[in-house]
């Protein structure tokens, strides 16, 4: 190994952590070369079981790379089983038993949780999507998406001439001010901001309320991207336990006290993986708490349409003062149309757009229009009852088939498209969430085991199924197989 040009690593060399021999010009890139690198530390016991790794900004001075890069490395050296993360004490290395050329473990074929990312969320694999976050297009209502997107391609000509309005297109947002003021809150249109989807929205309100090294609360478990995306921003993610009775707001207290956070992501209603939704009391208690320790609260409200009505609002409550709500159509449209809000204060969209604009301009004012000559056409709201109708029986016919295999649910869902189950016999780590879903994958099934969607250790195994795709022959025969006796 031999030492960086830079002069500020002074401390990292003191302390007697080597500098890596990064090669900028080597085919693989950076993030390739640190997790081969440390892996042959690892492996050769040059790096001991409970050495503390150095923090993402040590690590990246020490190396002269970005904290994106550890951020990404550290990321996969975990899901090697190579190192382990502690909630606010940070890397640490977990086991040495790994192979003796370590290059073939990097390389070696994709696992569950590698492929997760780009068989679930491009809809090309022949796999099985059991662990999809999409619905078949045929529940989504075809026609009505279709009839919109080519109404969408009649735009005017004068309008492609420009980029579109930065906050997004007028008569979408001007239609969702409308429908949440009649049915939550009240809400101007300027105080709409579309979006690329939720995780845009996401990405925005990280990049506007954030700097490397805050602290992040989210729920645990909850959905996975959000959590890489918080370490993309060199932000530390703390998960709040979530069970079907709801947050466990007694340890939230305690984590905002020995934190202070900067923000919450939040599923008040049909949480992503559980299903489950938080009660009038909880909300209120968890503004409070946000009050308390002075944080934002992130309401990601993107299933409200697929839930009964009169469910908890974050937002409602809290009139967009401390609470920014994201909204989405893929759930009750298509995916494919990317389109995603944010509701908040004047002053904060503000912000928002500023950073919207210097991160990609505007967004697409195609899609955009495609969504509102949906959403404002009469057949919409049939649709999404129709939807919900579908959701209710395929999940009841879900839990059912589940049950047959011996799994039971996690938490019993309040609706949505999500039923989690396993079993809880099953003991980690001999026998484990990534082990069953990579068995799956060589069968031809996508599932996504609850280590995708938590920060800590779970003691138990089980999936997040889309109740769309559950009750079908190949996947009863599988579990079939591998069920415990």
């Given at each position: ?310 469910e908890a609002s974050l937002a409602a409550m809290d009139g967009l003062r401390r609470v920014i ?128 969607f938590m920060l800590r250790a779970p003691e138990t195994v089980w999936f997040r199924f889309n ?19």
């Amino acid at each position: 190994m031999k030492h960086s040009d830079s002069t500020d690593d002074a401390p990292e060399r003191a302390s007697g952590w080597p500098v890596l021999d990064i090669d900028r010009q080597k085919k693989g890139g950076l993030v390739e070369q640190i997790v081969i690198a440390i892996s042959v530390m690892v492996g050769s016991r040059a790096l001991r079981i409970g050495t503390r790794m150095p923090s993402v900004r040590q690590f990246a001075r020490c190396n002269g790379v970005s904290t994106f890069t550890v951020v990404e490395s550290y990321d996969r050296l975990v899901n090697l089983g190579l190192l382990s993360s502690r909630r606010g004490s940070g890397y640490f290395v977990a086991r040495h038993d790994i192979a003796a050329t370590p290059q073939s473990t990097v390389h070696a074929g994709p696992t569950a949780i590698d492929a997760l990312t780009p068989d679930l969320y491009s809809g090309v694999s022949d796999a099985l999507p059991v662990g999809a976050g999409w619905l078949p297009p045929e529940m989504y209502g075809e026609a009505t998406v279709l009839d919109a997107v080519r109404q969408a391609m009649r735009i005017p000509a004068s309008r492609l001439r420009g980029y579109g309005h930065p906050l997004g297109f007028p008569s979408l947002r001007q239609h969702l001010a409308t429908s949440l003021t009649e049915e939550l809150f009240q809400v101007e249109p300027d105080q709409v901001l579309l979006t690329h989807g939720a995780t845009h929205a996401f990405d925005l309100i990280l990049r506007s309320l954030t700097k490397p090294g805050d602290t992040v609360l989210v729920e645990d478990p909850g959905y996975s991207n959000l959590q890489s995306l918080i370490r993309h921003h060199g932000c530390i993610p703390v998960g709040i336990a979530r069970s079907e009775a709801g947050l466990d707001l007694d340890a939230l207290a305690v984590e905002a006290a020995r934190t202070q956070p900067k923000l919450m992501f939040v599923n008040t209603v049909l949480q992503n993986p559980l299903g489950t939704s938080l009660s009038q009391a909880q909300t209120h208690r968890l503004l409070a708490l946000a009050e308390q320790f002075d944080f934002w609260l992130v309401e990601d409200d993107i299933y409200r349409e697929l839930a009964a009505r009169g469910e908890a609002s974050l937002a409602a409550m809290d009139g967009l003062r401390r609470v920014i709500r994201v909204g989405s159509f893929s759930k009750t449209l298509s995916p494919v149309l990317r389109v995603g809000s944010i509701c908040a204060s004047p002053s904060l969209v503000a912000e928002l757009v500023r950073v919207k604009m210097l991160a990609g301009l505007t967004t697409s004012e195609i899609n955009e229009r495609a969504v509102y000559h949906a959403v404002s056409a009469r057949p919409y709201k049939r649709m999404v009852e129709r939807l919900v109708a579908q959701l209710d029986a395929a999940r009841e016919r879900s839990i059912d088939c589940l049950a047959q295999t011996g799994m039971a649910p996690v938490a019993r869902p309040r609706g949505g498209m999500f039923v989690s189950a396993g079993w809880p016999t099953i003991q980690t780590p001999e026998w484990n969430g990534k082990v069953i879903a990579d068995m799956a994958l060589k069968a031809g099934i996508l599932l996504s085991p609850n280590e995708f969607f938590m920060l800590r250790a779970p003691e138990t195994v089980w999936f997040r199924f889309n109740v769309a795709y559950t009750d079908t022959p190949v996947l009863q025969a599988f579990l079939q197989s591998i069920r415990p006796r």
